[in-house]
């Protein structure tokens, strides 16, 4: 069972960057070809939450931890969540709980879910809806677990244009038999490039009910990158590479600054017009208001951990270099000890499920 003093006790701040070039980072099945999801506004393509999630969700199974329907294996086969519920359901009599009372109806739902929330590495993040037919214990088990770990939307930094060139593609086919050769018309949307910034935070107290821990929150630190590392190989998601991750972990409880992610811009002079970018070197970030802001919070500031891809550039305070440009200012704003770069391909190891502890 999960040790309840690791559970996480301090919000955090999520600020994540990544960027596709000639990719369709979300496809609408909506509009009949699966184009990118555009503001029709802005201009600025969208990625919805939930892909996000989908590429964290597969990077978590792949490095063999338990998600929805693959919590727990036995003799080769794999139970479903409900599956798991209906076990555990079996293997705790009722009668030994006073659930009439609060604190008994508390030890009856951490006795049960405690194993599924162990073997479900991805609901103590994101939640998930609850199904079980054991109906006569409706009224002291939840219908649905609220993830702690919430990200908005997506949105690139800048307006998009779609890729011409992709859009109707032909391909000649040679059969087996007589070499014969034959086409047919493929609808291949992409985007010519585009920076997307995400903002996310991990509530405390929504952790208490999914007893997500700190070393599930330290683990987002080297998951978000390699998600994207690991999860955008296929056809139409290939060209997608994280670009900079910034978790900001607060002191202070129910406290955090909010809004971060918009206080990271492009850096109009030193960056190409938007519909000359191509590629992240066509680029500079700005991080002169995220540095303003963390400044004047920096009381309420426990530790912040940082990924940045060594071709970024980063502008601050008339400076413009790599990312240890930001991480400077930073450790100048709140001490080198409360700022560490994270080295993920060292400490991901740490994180997988077969890891020793």
Same mark, same amino acid.
């Given at each position: ?6 559970? #996480?006790?301090? @919000? ?10 000639? *990719? ?10 699966? @184009? ?12 919805? &939450?939930?892909? $996000? ?10 490095? !063999? ?15 479903? %969540? ?21 604190? /008994? ?21 994101? !939640? ?30 800048? *307006? ?33 490039? !585009? ?10 107290? !929504? ?6 821990? @700190? ?27 994280? %670009? ?6 607060? *002191? ?10 918009? &206080? ?37 500031? /426990?530790?912040?951990?940082? #990924? ?17 440009? $930001? ?5 100048? /704003? ?12 060292? /400490?991901? @190891?740490?994180?997988? *499920?077969?890891?020793?502890?």
């Amino acid at each position: 069972m999960t040790d309840n003093t690791d559970i #996480v006790e301090n @919000r955090s701040e999520i600020v994540f960057l990544y960027d596709a070039v000639d *990719a369709n980072p979300n496809g609408n099945p909506l509009s009949g070809a699966d @184009r990118p999801r555009i503001d029709p506004q802005t201009q600025q393509a969208i990625v919805t &939450d939930v892909r $996000l999630k989908r590429y964290l969700r597969d990077q978590l199974d792949d490095d !063999g931890h338990g998600v929805y329907i693959r919590n727990v294996q036995e003799e080769g086969l794999q139970y479903t %969540r409900e599956q798991l519920l209906e076990d555990r359901l079996k293997e705790v009599d009722p009668d030994d709980y006073d659930v009439d009372e609060d604190e /008994e109806a508390e030890r009856f739902r951490d006795d049960i879910f405690g194993t599924f929330l162990e073997n479900s590495a991805d609901v103590r993040y994101f !939640g998930a809806t609850m199904a079980t037919d054991a109906d006569e214990y409706e009224d002291y088990l939840p219908d649905h677990f609220t993830g702690p770990v919430q990200f908005s939307p997506g949105k690139t930094m800048h *307006a998009v244009n779609e890729n011409e060139e992709y859009d109707s593609l032909t391909s000649v086919i040679a059969t087996q038999e007589g070499k014969e050769q034959g086409g047919f018309d493929l609808d291949d949307h992409r985007i010519q490039y !585009g920076l997307i910034r995400f903002h996310g935070l991990v509530d405390e107290h !929504g952790a208490e009910d999914t007893k997500l821990t @700190r070393g599930d929150v330290r683990r987002l630190d080297t998951l978000c990158w390699r998600a994207i590392k690991n999860q955008t190989i296929s056809r139409s998601k290939v060209g997608q590479e994280p %670009r900079l991750y910034c978790r900001v972990e607060y *002191a202070e409880e129910s406290f955090h600054i909010g809004g971060l992610d918009k &206080d990271i811009k492009l850096d109009e002079d030193e960056s190409k017009p938007d519909e000359e970018l191509r590629n992240v070197r066509d680029l500079t970030v700005s991080v002169d208001a995220f540095v303003d802001r963390v400044r004047n919070a920096s009381d309420q500031i /426990e530790q912040v951990r940082i #990924v940045a891809s060594d071709v970024l550039d980063v502008s601050h305070d008339g400076e413009t270099g790599g990312p240890e440009v $930001l991480i400077g200012a930073l450790e100048d /704003e709140l001490g080198t000890d409360a700022v560490e770069e994270v080295n993920v391909y060292d /400490e991901y @190891r740490k994180t997988l *499920a077969d890891a020793s502890e």
